[in-house]
Every structure is written in C-alpha cells, then in structure tokens.
T-cell receptor, first 112, second 111 residues
C-alpha cells in the first residue's frame, strides 16, 4: 500500500494563478479531508468528503474547491491563488468505521 | 462549537525530565480525543487515542471530563520525543465527521 499520496511536494504560484493539488489513497477509505498547516494556527480543515460524490466545507473553505468522483481521489483546487494561501497542505483519509486518520506527506505551496 | 486549546506553543525540557503537554477542549457531546505527532520531515501520525487507554512510546493521556482536559504525559523524556504534538477532537455525530486540531506544541528535548 502506498497509503495517502500527494502531488506535487512543492509549488510556487503567482497571485491569480490556478492549480490543483492532487491526493489519492489506496486503502479504500470512505472519508477524506484537506487541511492547511500554518505556524501558530495548527491544522485547519478546508474541505472534507464522506464518500464519492459527497463533499462539505470545513473551517476555512473560501478560495478552495473540491470534488470526489472516485473513492480514491480527492483533488483540491485553488481557483485564483492569493498570498494568504501560502501554507502546507495535508490530505488525510480514514475508514468510516475507524478512528485513525492517515495523512499524506504534504504539499508546500508558496504564492507570490 | 467544538474547540481544542493547547496553551503552550513551545515546550523545552532536558532528557530524563518529566514532560506534560496540556490540552483542553470544549464540546457539547461525549468527546473522542486523540494526540497526533509530527516528527521532523515525517507525516503526521496518530500517537494516542483516549478510549484505548494505552501507553505508546512511554506516553499516556487521561481524559478528565470534569476539567475538560486530555494532557499528554511522559515520566522521562527522550531526545527522540522532540516533535510537534497536536491534540485533536473528533465529532462523529450523524453522517458528518470533523477532526478539530489544537494549534500544536513544539516539544524540544535537550541532551
């Protein structure tokens, strides 16, 4: 099992550019989430999904879109990047009946 | 609304000293609490779950509902314990699920 994978590992964007952060898991987990990690702010939930075709907003959803067309993939889209979105982004997954979240390695995004 | 508070951003101890990382929570239901750890250049991973009441890597954490706390403790800190520690609360009511994290405590264990 590769677990939770994220691409790219690093990305630099200019203000206004768009991009998609990829997240995939091969554990057949129903639940998937996106978090951002900022110094002094901890991890904040952006969006989450409880299954294919079902997504919902977390604590800081503005500026981000998600979709869940398959169980395996949960991409995060930045439509028009802003410097405030400079952060480290983590994807995580979990089985519905379980409790442990499995995290990806993270994507470090810088918006200039 | 659920909230997790970790009052210490930084905690520095010497090897062999006891360590306690504080966590307080607010939640209207019955909480399910966890400690996650992130070692340097590694993924965030689960350290402890309050229901299991087990000791992992010498760490223990007891849920105190009266004080709404879930402090992480280790009697003798080791250098390899240096990491970022996050307390987290799970809301699993209904079909929703949300894991709320505290802001984290960076533990440094000095030789």
């Amino acid at each position: 099992n590769a677990g939770v994978t994220q691409t790219p590992k690093f990305q630099v964007l200019k203000t206004g550019q768009s991009m998609t952060l990829q997240c995939a898991q091969d554990m057949n987990h129903e639940y998937m989430s996106w978090y951002r990690q900022d110094p002094g702010m901890g991890l904040r939930l952006i969006h989450y999904s409880v299954g294919a075709g079902i997504t919902d907003q977390g604590e800081v959803p503005n500026g981000y879109n998600v979709s869940r067309s398959t169980t395996e993939d949960f991409p995060l889209r930045l439509l028009s990047a802003a410097p405030s979105q400079t952060s480290v982004y983590f994807c995580a997954s979990r089985k519905r009946e379980g409790y442990e979240q499995y995290f990806g390695p993270g994507t470090r995004l810088t918006v200039t | 609304a659920q909230r997790v508070t970790q009052p210490e951003k930084l905690l520095s101890v010497f090897k062999g000293a006891p360590v306690e990382l504080k966590c307080n929570y607010s939640y209207s239901g019955s909480p399910e609490l966890f400690w996650y750890v992130q070692y340097s250049r590694q993924r965030l991973q689960l350290l402890l779950r309050h229901i299991s009441r087990e000791s992992i890597k010498g760490f223990t954490a007891d849920l105190n509902k009266g004080e709404t706390s879930f402090h992480l403790k280790k009697p003798f800190a080791q250098e390899e314990d240096s990491a970022m520690y996050y307390c987290a609360l799970l809301n699993s009511g209904g079909s929703n699920y949300k894991l709320t994290f505290g802001k984290g405590t960076l533990l440094t264990v000095n030789p």
